[in-house]
């Protein structure tokens, strides 16, 4: 009976515990986060491990955590998060503010340069559903819309004919929509499309929005997920598989 009683102890003593948010995978598997700016390892309200995003001041502030060696194309990558934004109590205006996902796509290799052209692709509205005082799941994927960020790349090379996609925050694409615009041949480079970029990074991010005073978010179990390309799926032949809205200035963004 003492046994039992201990057991049972134990057992409510764990799910008591809080659970760790500290994770950070690409496809389940783990990978080093690298925190950023304003952003350090901290503990949630809910006594969770996780990462703090705190802002002095929403408006020009940044924070985030970020992985490479993703080593995918932007058609075959999507990521999800887990975040807690503690409500009005402490974020006060500001608490309807939600960390959010976006890749750095590399257009003509795998590693940036000085110099080199690349854009920021970045969930507007990412199709999860936010909230407050509790942990959430948050993402971006081919139904999230996205706002997209060129950096030393004009909009006529990116095949970028819309030039709302470059304003947020209206008028803009899903980034299932993204992947077939075509990116048109520029000097030794070959044409490709949107879908064919190389995600670099992998970011999830407070901060750099039109909104003053302060802010603070945690988040957490950051996965990038990526799925075989359509042409590795048929070399594989016959084998058998197992599957198992905020406006943003995004004036200093990172990449």
């Known amino acids: 009976m003492r046994i039992q009683v201990l057991v049972l102890g134990l057992v409510s ?33 809910d006594s969770s491990p996780a990462y703090s995003l705190s802002l002095s001041d929403a408006s020009s502030d940044f924070a985030d955590i970020y992985l490479t ?31 959010y996902a976006y890749f750095t796509i590399n257009p003509y290799g795998t590693t ?48 970028i004919t819309n030039p709302d996609w470059l304003t947020c925050c209206s008028d803009l694409p899903t980034l299932g929509q993204l992947l077939s615009v075509s990116i048109p041949a520029t000097g030794s480079e070959a044409a490709l499309t949107w879908g064919d970029t190389n995600v670099y990074k992998a970011r999830v991010a407070a901060g750099d929005w039109g909104n003053s005073g302060t802010y603070q978010a945690y988040v957490g179990n950051f996965d990038v997920e990526t799925s075989p390309e359509p042409g590795t799926l048929v070399l594989l032949g016959s084998a058998v598989l197992v599957l198992a809205g905020v406006r943003r200035r995004f004036g200093s963004i990172k990449s």
């Open 69 to 99: 060696g993703i080593n995918a194309t932007l058609a075959t990558t999507s990521a999800t998060f887990s975040a807690y934004v503690p409500g009005a109590a402490l974020n006060g205006d500001n608490a309807s503010l939600s960390p």
């Open 112 to 159: 940036l340069g000085a110099g080199d052209p690349y854009a920021l692709v970045i969930a507007s509205t990412s199709g999860f559903t936010s909230s407050n005082d509790g942990w959430y799941t948050d993402g971006i994927n081919a139904n999230s819309t996205v706002h997209i960020v060129l950096v030393n790349w004009t909009a006529a090379d990116a095949g």
């Open 13 to 45: 003593a764990l799910c008591a515990s809080a659970a760790n948010y500290q994770f950070c995978m690409i496809n389940g598997a783990p990978a080093g986060c690298t925190a950023e700016d304003s952003a350090s390892t901290g503990t949630a309200p």
